[in-house]
C-alpha cells in the first residue's frame, strides 16, 4: 500500500519541523507549507488524504482554506485536522462549521496527533476500498455493513 499523503500548512517554522520529523517518522509522506495559500496551492493538485492546517497564518487562514478545501472537488477529497492555538469552545465550533473534521489545540501531545491520524488514516483507507459512497454513510449503517461482512467472513460451509 502506498503511503497517505499529508499536507501541513504552518508558518511557525519549529512547530512545522517537529510536525514533520513526527509524521515521517510514523510513516506519512508529508509536503510542507509555510502559509495558507502555498498549501492551497498545492491542494489543488490534488492527491492529498489529510492536511493538518494551523488556523493563523499569513495569506490565508486555516479556517479559510479548510472551508476553501469543503467548497472544492478535491480529489481524494482530504481529512482535515485544524492544529491551532484558538481553544475557545465558540473558536472550535467555528472550526468544525468550517469543515474540520478534528481539531487540536497548542500545545499538542504527539500520542495524541499520533492516534487521531490514525483513526483519519483507517477512514481514508475504508472510503478508498469500499468506494467513495461510504464516505457519506450513517456511522450506524456502516456498523451493521462491517459487522454483516464480518459474519459472512465466518459462516462455515454447509
Known amino acids: 500500500m502506498q503511503k497517505l499523503k499529508i499536507l ?3 508558518d511557525d517554522p519549529l512547530t512545522l519541523t517537529l510536525l514533520e520529523r513526527l509524521l515521517t517518522g510514523w510513516g506519512y509522506e508529508v509536503f510542507t507549507a509555510h502559509d495558507g495559500e502555498g498549501a492551497r496551492q498545492l491542494l489543488e493538485r490534488g492527491g492529498f488524504h489529510l492536511c493538518i492546517l494551523d488556523w493563523e ?3 490565508l487562514s486555516g479556517r479559510d482554506l479548510c472551508e476553501w478545501i469543503r467548497l472544492n472537488d478535491l480529489q481524494p477529497s482530504p481529512y482535515v485536522i485544524l492544529l491551532t492555538a484558538k481553544g475557545k469552545p465558540q473558536q472550535i465550533c467555528d ?20 492516534y487521531r491520524l490514525a483513526d483519519l488514516a483507517l477512514r481514508v483507507m475504508r472510503s478508498e476500498a469500499l468506494g467513495e ?7 450506524i449503517d456502516m456498523y451493521r455493513l462491517d459487522l454483516s461482512k464480518f459474519s459472512k467472513s465466518l ?4
Open 95 to 114: 472550526g468544525f462549521a468550517a469543515g474540520a473534521h478534528d481539531y487540536i489545540t497548542k500545545p499538542f501531545e504527539s500520542d495524541d496527533l499520533r
Open 155 to 158: 459462516a462455515l460451509p454447509v
Open 8 to 10: 501541513v500548512a504552518e
Open 57 to 59: 497564518m499569513p495569506e
Open 133 to 139: 459512497s461510504m464516505v457519506n454513510m450513517d456511522p
